[in-house]
């Protein structure tokens, strides 16, 4: 259930930082991430001890961005379900967390995240009700679950009201226009999409074991979706950082 706060409240910050939507290949490597996992732990079998967040020095306002705040609960909740992702993989390959890099990333993105928001009202996109029963639809899907009413209560869980992710929804229906309007119309060439079918094909010759990636034909859908996203990251990286300059940021950590 982690996955419908990260889908809400950082879905621009990744996209802003652009931290690896244009590095993904081809084939799904989440997929080959969760097998390896798997193989460890049923080879290791008792895990070690997650480590904790540290929190403790974490001021009550983290950032002030164009006279809006980030405040403390709001970065917390942030942080913890990125360092909770990290910890995993990072205690996969045997190493700690740096945290308080972690938190300057974290920090930073929620500036850029706030930046694309503050963007989107100032543009006065609107978010209508279709819009937002859509995305709503998307992320009931996406959670593998049959009904907005079990999403709702699934969400309430994690202490959110359904008014509160209603909000979210609008928000990212807002910033996602932003971001449509930034990238404009993206139409991936063959060459650009028989490049990155190479790239992705020359990675798996190189797995050992792993099986043969489908033919450019059957993957092309998939090529034109990461096309599209590295565009888009690119796109938005650029608007973040323009608001950068021209914006009063300040940020306490």
């Not at 001890?49 to 609960?73: F, I, R, S």
């Not at 008014?163 to 910033?175: A, D, G, H, L, P």
């Not at 060439?189 to 079918?197: A, F, G, I, V």
Request: hydrophobic share 30%; aromatic share 4%; glycine share 6%.
């Amino acid at each position: 259930m982690k996955k419908i706060l990260m889908a809400l409240t950082l879905g621009t910050l990744i996209l802003a930082l652009a931290a690896c939507g244009g590095e993904e290949s081809a084939e799904d490597k989440n997929d080959d991430a969760k097998k390896e996992e798997t193989a460890s732990k049923g080879q290791e079998g008792e895990q070690p001890e997650m480590p904790e967040p540290e929190l403790d020095d974490v001021p009550d306002v983290v950032a002030e961005v164009n006279g809006e705040e980030v405040k403390k609960d709001e970065f917390e909740k942030t942080y913890t379900a990125q360092f909770q992702q990290l910890a995993i993989q990072q205690q996969m390959a045997g190493e700690e967390v740096d945290q308080g890099e972690l938190k300057k990333q974290i920090a930073d993105g929620m500036v850029g995240q706030k930046l694309l928001v503050q963007e989107a009202e100032e543009r006065d996109y609107k978010a209508s009700d279709e819009e937002v029963d859509d995305m709503l639809d998307g992320l009931v899907k996406q959670n593998g679950m049959e009904s907005k009413e079990d999403f709702y209560a699934a969400v309430e869980e994690q202490g959110m009201s359904k008014e509160e992710i209603t909000s979210q929804i609008k928000t990212q229906v807002k910033v996602d226009k932003l971001i449509a309007e930034e990238t404009g119309e993206v139409k991936p060439t063959e060459k650009e999409l028989q490049s990155l079918y190479d790239d992705a094909k020359e990675q798996r010759e190189q797995m050992e074991g792993a099986e043969e990636l489908p033919s450019f034909e059957e993957l092309k859908p998939e090529l034109e979706s990461q096309i599209k996203s590295q565009k888009e990251s690119e796109a938005v990286q650029k608007l973040a950082e323009k608001l950068r300059e021209d914006g009063d940021i300040t940020i306490h950590l």
